[in-house]
């Protein structure tokens, strides 16, 4: 079965951190880029961060602000999200997902314009609160 399975959300203080972990199966995800995207309720799907398909270029979105660190390990078949310094605004449902291509998308184009091309995950619950 090809899936993406994301884990490692939660509960967690102001200041606090998470590691987000996305794992394929049924295909290899070393050919692919890999994208991780939030949305919050009421708010539009938003890209977080993309790494290409060897980890040689990783995109964050200008909200990061050095908070968040996307890496992979194509040996695991697993994409990652460290994020740290996490604030009430960093709360949503975190997606990963991936699409038939090597590079990541460019950051200002809006999701909906190539979400339909994208495979994604089931996501998982980030909220940050004291």
């Known amino acids: 079965q090809v899936q993406l399975v994301e884990s490692g959300g939660g509960l967690v203080q102001p200041g606090g951190s998470l590691r987000l972990s996305c794992v394929a199966s049924?295909?290899?995800?070393?050919?692919?880029?890999v994208g991780w995207f939030r949305q919050a309720p009421g708010k539009e799907r938003e890209l977080v961060s993309c790494?290409?398909?060897?980890?040689?270029?990783?995109d964050y979105a200008d909200f990061v602000q050095g908070r968040f660190t996307i890496s992979r390990d194509n040996g695991k078949n697993t994409g990652y999200l460290q994020m740290n310094s996490l604030n009430a605004e960093d709360t949503a449902v975190y997606y990963c997902?991936?699409?038939?291509?090597?590079?990541?998308?460019?950051?200002?184009?809006?999701?909906?314009?190539?979400?339909?091309?994208?495979?994604w995950g089931q996501g998982t619950q980030v909220t940050v609160s004291s």
């Open positions: 997902a991936t699409a038939n291509s090597r590079g990541c998308p460019e950051r200002q184009t809006p999701v909906s314009l190539y979400s339909g091309a994208y495979f």
């Open positions: 049924g295909f290899t995800l070393e050919n692919y880029a």
């Open positions: 790494i290409d398909f060897n980890g040689g270029k990783r």
